[in-house]
T-cell receptor, first 107, second 112 residues
Framework: QQPVQSPQAVILREGEDAVINCSSSKALYSVHWYRQKHGEAPVFLMILLKGGEQKGHEKISASFNEKKQQSSLYLTASQLSYSGTYFCGTEADGLTFGKGTHLIIQP | DTEVTQTPKHLVMGMTNKKSLKCEQHMGHRAMYWYKQKAKKPPELMFVYSYEKLSINESVPSRFSPECPNSSLLNLHLHALQPEDSALYLC???????????FGPGTRLLVL
């Protein structure tokens, strides 16, 4: 079952913050976050496994709610390099990706 | 080394041709995947191999035939494809199924 991502697109100025949400109607084993730039392969950002978990890497962090049905990706003080399409992936076995959130960072 | 390699980078083929896509990883991963991605769409899972055995086939037409000759290699054999099969084909691997997946750069396929 495909997870639901929101928003579909975000346009930010450099230095602004963004939140991308990913939700499912049923509890998930895990949530994976990937970023894909145009013409390139998806690049792994982070994986969350436990309900209530929060993870961060520099200015990008994510949370997984207690019921394991929703995850959010937080981008703080966005940089131009953050531009791309962000996918959440949920699984059994292989990943089922959401439709993606297109993030555009303007100078 | 977290590299997954794919060859060729680009492929153009006719509907009667037979071709193969190749994927390789040397990270000791025991799970390997094929995904198909159309423009402006998310990757769609096609096949999953776990310990060189096919564990998932997501109702993919038989004109796509996967093969895992050893733990480092994954092939996708193509035969009698249709123009709508034109897409980016991505290979990924993970240490085990359900763990972090690392993607190769993809093969961009055009079927004429």
């Amino acid at each position: 079952q495909q997870p639901v991502q929101s928003p579909q697109a975000v346009i930010l100025r450099e230095g602004e913050d963004a939140v991308i949400n990913c939700s499912s109607s049923k509890a998930l084993y895990s949530v994976h976050w990937y970023r894909q730039k145009h013409g390139e392969a998806p690049v792994f950002l982070m994986i969350l496994l436990k309900g209530g978990e929060q993870k961060g890497h520099e200015k990008i962090s994510a949370s997984f709610n207690e019921k394991k049905q929703q995850s959010s990706l937080y981008l703080t003080a966005s940089q131009l390099s953050y531009s791309g399409t962000y996918f959440c992936g949920t699984e059994a076995d292989g990943l089922t990706f959401g439709k993606g959130t297109h993030l555009i960072i303007q100078p | 080394d977290t590299e997954v390699t794919q060859t060729p980078k680009h492929l153009v083929m006719g509907m009667t041709n037979k071709k193969s896509l190749k994927c390789e990883q040397h990270m000791g991963h025991r799970a390997m995947y094929w995904y198909k991605q159309k423009a402006k769409k998310p990757p769609e899972l096609m096949f999953v191999y776990s310990y060189e055995k096919l564990s998932i086939n997501e109702s993919v037409p038989s004109r796509f035939s996967p093969e895992c000759p050893n733990s480092s290699l994954l092939n996708l054999h193509l035969h009698a494809l249709q123009p709508e099969d034109s897409a980016l084909y991505l290979c990924a691997s993970s240490r085990l199924v359900l763990e972090t997946q690392y993607f190769g750069p993809g093969t961009r396929l055009l079927v004429l």
